[in-house]
Every structure is written in C-alpha cells, then in structure tokens.
C-alpha cells in the first residue's frame, strides 16, 4: 500500500517541482532574456540541482521554450478561436483587444521577455510558440471591417501591429512612464482599467469610417 501511494504522488510531485521551475525561469528570462539568464540563478530559485532542470528540460533553450509556450498558451489559444470572424467587427475587435489586455496584465514579465526575444533572439522563439496569430487574427478582423465599410482602407498587418503596441508599450514601459501617476501603481486594477478603455478609445476612433 505505501509503495502504491509513492508510486500515485510522483507524477504530482514532478507537475509541481515543473511548475516552480518554469515559475523561477520565468522571472530570470524577464530579468535578463535567454543569453543572461543562468540555470544556478533558477535553481538556488527553486530548491532544486542543475541536473533536475536539465532533467526535466533538456537545456536552457528548451526551458526557455516552455516558458514562452506557457506565458503565451492562452494568448494563442483566445486567438485561433473561429469567434473572432463573426459578427459585427467593430464589436470583435473591441472585445479582442479587452481580452488581451486583461492577459497582459495579469502577467507583467510577458513585455520583457518578449522585448528581450526581439533583442537577443531576433524571434526565432516567438515565432515558433505561435503567438503571431494574435496578429493575423486582428488582421483578418481588420479586414472583414474594411469590406463592411466600418473600417476605412489600411495595410492589415501594419495596423495589427500598431494595435498591439498601443496596448503593450504601457507594461513595457511602466519602470520608465511611473513617475507619471507617482500616487498610484500603474498595474492596479483602477489603472489598467484606465489604460483599456483609452487604448480601446483611439485605436477605434482612429479606424473608423467617418
């Protein structure tokens, strides 16, 4: 009965030690990207030897991979789903773009990781982890828009990026632009909220047939 009970606890304990692993990574990929990060850093994080990691991961690029896979698994999934192209795109894009801000802030490491990606890895990881589809989603809404006439004419791509980066620069840079609201912390609930509806503001003002 107690080897059973060992045998049954195994895989629970292995999913949690995982789990503080990715969580320790996590923290260390958004302090200092894929090349600065150092697998001792997260271990003395975790409790756990170098070889555990390795044990589980393979390497730091595969521990990096599953970190982004697991930063990036929701986004992704929100992004393929076949909702987005029906109805009213105004409406979509909208709600696309609260779901997505609602994800960007309840985990403030995804911009530094990401802008790290950029830097370091010139986004051979971004690419493969799928989250360009949250572009190309926006882009086919974008475009079934411009049909309608509710959109006026853009480059779809184009204006998909814009679109993300009026949402994300303010958890990118929220170190730098802080000292704008020094009385408040710039990811409460209150503050988020705020940046929301102004992101939603003008990105659908400025889209807009008028």
């Not at 490491?109 to 010139?122: D, F, L, R």
């Not at 974008?142 to 949402?167: K, N, Q, W």
Request: a neutral charge; proline letters at 4%; hydrophobic letters at 45%.
């Amino acid at each position: 009965m107690k080897v059973k009970l060992k045998t049954a606890a195994q895989p629970r304990d292995a999913e949690a030690t995982k789990a503080r692993i990715l969580d320790a990574a996590e923290e260390e990929f958004a302090m200092a990207g894929l090349s600065g990060a150092r697998t001792e850093s997260i271990a003395a994080k975790t409790g756990v030897t170098k070889a555990m990691i390795y044990y589980y991961y393979e390497s730091k690029e595969r521990l990096y991979e599953a970190v982004l896979e697991r930063c990036f698994a929701e986004h992704v999934k929100e992004a393929t789903d076949p909702v987005w192209l029906t109805g009213d795109p105004a409406v979509m894009l909208e709600r696309f773009i609260r779901q997505f801000l609602q994800r960007a802030a309840e985990n403030p490491n995804i911009p530094s990781i990401v802008a790290y990606e950029a830097m370091q890895n010139k986004g051979k990881y971004y690419k493969q982890v799928g989250i360009i589809s949250l572009y190309r989603t926006i882009a086919s809404i974008l475009e079934s828009g411009m049909e309608t006439r509710i959109f006026r004419a853009v480059d779809p791509y184009h204006a998909a990026v814009t679109v993300v980066g009026a949402c994300v620069f303010y958890f990118c840079s929220r170190e730098n632009i802080k000292s704008l609201w020094p009385d408040k912390d710039i990811l409460s609930p209150e503050m988020v909220n705020a940046h929301m509806d102004e992101a939603i503001r003008m990105i659908m003002n400025g889209l807009r047939v008028m």
